[in-house]
């Protein structure tokens, strides 16, 4: 677990009076979701804890917040929030996860709770996140990952597709592989690797922010890659282009597992480290 620092602006940050905040990692299934953020007509893992919190006592509670955002049929293997509730609510912090547990549908879980210091922010406070996307590389479809893994049912080139990986990872401009992107584009590609399996591939990816839909159209490239369709090198011909159409195609979300995220040393010169744990 990381540590979770003070932030230069921490009243922005720390719960209203009369709340305390609370950390959590949550896991869902995302195929029963329109994503984890609350939508009026569209299931929503936010929603969903809100409900369950709701069950417990937590009526008054603010709206959780959580380290990422996920689209629609996008899976969490461990995703970090923090959800500030009412000082008055009595139920203890040790005995939330088996409550919340008790409460949500299976496709839900909350793997941890426990007190957050009240500058830490989920989101902002968040110094990498990481992905992985998974392919069923394979003639023949799976049942077991149905709906958790993109099937690929030609062979893939694992070297190729890692040495145009290589190409990407470092400081860019990543707008040819970013949809709808309104904020600036320059990102910190921290890590991109293909790790084959005898049946299901990893594609690793760890940075501290993304565009919106980045990390789908960073493996829709590198299947390009690994079919042959592309040489390794035009990779940095796609990014130079910064136009959308010159990568690979948004592979589809349920391959997708946001897989975690880290709490490092972004902190005030003067403050110390706060330890969740």
Same mark, same amino acid.
């Given at each position: 677990?990381?540590?979770?620092?003070?932030?230069?602006?921490?009243?922005?940050?720390?719960?209203?009076?009369?709340?305390?905040?609370?950390?959590?990692?949550?896991?869902?299934?995302?195929?029963?979701?329109?994503?984890?953020?609350?939508?009026?007509?569209? +299931?929503?893992?936010?929603?969903?804890?809100?409900? /369950?919190?709701?069950? @417990?006592? *937590?009526?008054?509670? %603010?709206? &959780?917040? $959580?380290?990422?955002?996920?689209?629609?049929?996008?899976?969490?293997?461990?995703?970090?929030?923090?959800?500030?509730?009412?000082?008055?609510?009595?139920?203890?912090?040790?005995?939330?996860?088996?409550?919340?547990?008790?409460?949500?549908?299976?496709?839900?879980?909350?793997?941890?709770?426990?007190?957050?210091?009240?500058?830490?922010?989920?989101?902002?406070?968040?110094?990498?996140?990481?992905?992985?996307?998974?392919?069923?590389?394979?003639?023949?479809?799976?049942?077991?990952?149905?709906?958790?893994?993109?099937?690929?049912?030609? +062979?893939?080139?694992?070297?190729?597709?890692?040495? /145009?990986?290589?190409? @990407?990872? *470092?400081?860019?401009? %990543?707008? &040819?592989? $970013?949809?709808?992107?309104?904020?600036?584009?320059?990102?910190?590609?921290?890590?991109?690797?293909?790790?084959?399996?005898?049946?299901?591939?990893?594609?690793?990816?760890?940075?501290?922010?993304?565009?919106?839909?980045?990390?789908?159209?960073?493996?829709?490239?590198?299947?390009?890659?690994?079919?042959?369709?592309?040489?390794?090198?035009?990779?940095?011909?796609?990014?130079?282009?910064?136009?959308?159409?010159?990568?690979?195609?948004?592979?589809?979300?349920?391959?997708?597992?946001?897989?975690?995220?880290?709490?490092?040393?972004?902190?005030?010169?003067?403050?110390?480290?706060?330890?969740?744990?």
């Amino acid at each position: 677990m990381g540590s979770v620092p003070d932030l230069v602006e921490r009243q922005i940050y720390t719960p209203p009076p009369g709340f305390r905040r609370l950390y959590l990692r949550v896991a869902w299934d995302g195929r029963d979701f329109a994503g984890w953020q609350a939508q009026r007509h569209a +299931p929503s893992v936010q929603d969903t804890l809100q409900a /369950a919190l709701g069950q @417990l006592g *937590g009526e008054q509670a %603010f709206r &959780a917040v $959580a380290a990422g955002r996920t689209d629609a049929g996008v899976h969490a293997e461990d995703m970090p929030l923090h959800w500030d509730v009412p000082a008055s609510f009595r139920l203890p912090v040790e005995k939330l996860a088996r409550a919340l547990n008790a409460h949500l549908p299976p496709s839900v879980a909350v793997l941890d709770a426990r007190p957050a210091p009240p500058d830490f922010h989920a989101r902002f406070s968040c110094t990498g996140r990481r992905y992985v996307y998974r392919l069923l590389v394979s003639p023949q479809r799976h049942p077991l990952h149905q709906g958790r893994a993109l099937h690929v049912v030609t +062979p893939l080139d694992a070297a190729a597709m890692n040495s /145009a990986a290589r190409l @990407l990872v *470092g400081t860019h401009d %990543f707008a &040819a592989f $970013a949809t709808q992107e309104d904020r600036q584009t320059v990102r910190e590609l921290r890590r991109l690797e293909v790790h084959p399996g005898p049946l299901v591939w990893d594609i690793r990816v760890h940075g501290e922010s993304f565009l919106r839909h980045m990390v789908r159209g960073l493996v829709g490239t590198l299947l390009l890659v690994g079919q042959g369709k592309l040489k390794p090198a035009d990779v940095q011909g796609v990014l130079a282009s910064r136009q959308r159409a010159q990568a690979g195609a948004n592979v589809a979300p349920h391959g997708l597992y946001f897989a975690g995220a880290e709490y490092g040393l972004r902190q005030k010169a003067d403050g110390p480290n706060q330890t969740i744990g």
